[in-house]
């Protein structure tokens, strides 16, 4: 069982990204899927979740309006559009997969291995 981040990268403040969460070994649309970030220094934050059934979406305040995350079950993959990117974006980003769709990210059973972004000009 695996997730695989990607999608990271340098980008100018205002720029875009889309990161992709792959599962292999087991299929995504079983579970909820949530996207976290850790800063250095910074404990790591929950950035937005979607549910396993019904689509359902979260997202922290911080990125609300300007991240949309999404699933392709036909790729067994999970996306995070980021739009508007600002410096304080910058961070590592994780997946994980969750039983059900959860805030905490201690519910998360699997976790992909991080993919950086950088928001400098």
């Known amino acids: 069982v695996q997730l695989q981040a990607s999608g990271g990268g340098l980008v100018q403040p205002g720029g875009s990204l889309r990161l992709s969460c792959a599962a292999s070994g087991f299929t995504l649309d079983d579970y909820a899927i949530g996207w976290f970030r850790q800063a250095p220094g910074k404990e790591r934050e929950g950035v937005s979740c979607?549910?396993?059934?019904?689509?359902?979406?979260y997202y922290a305040d911080s990125v609300k309006g300007r991240f949309t995350i999404s699933r392709d079950n036909a790729k067994n993959t999970v996306y995070l559009q980021m739009n508007s990117l600002k410096p304080e974006d910058t961070a590592v980003y994780y997946c994980?997969?969750?039983?059900?769709?959860?805030?905490?990210?201690?519910?998360?059973?699997?976790w992909g291995q991080g993919t950086q972004v950088t928001v400098s000009s």
């Open positions: 994980a997969a969750a039983s059900r769709i959860t805030t905490r990210d201690r519910d998360y059973n699997y």
């Open positions: 979607i549910s396993s059934s019904d689509g359902s979406t």
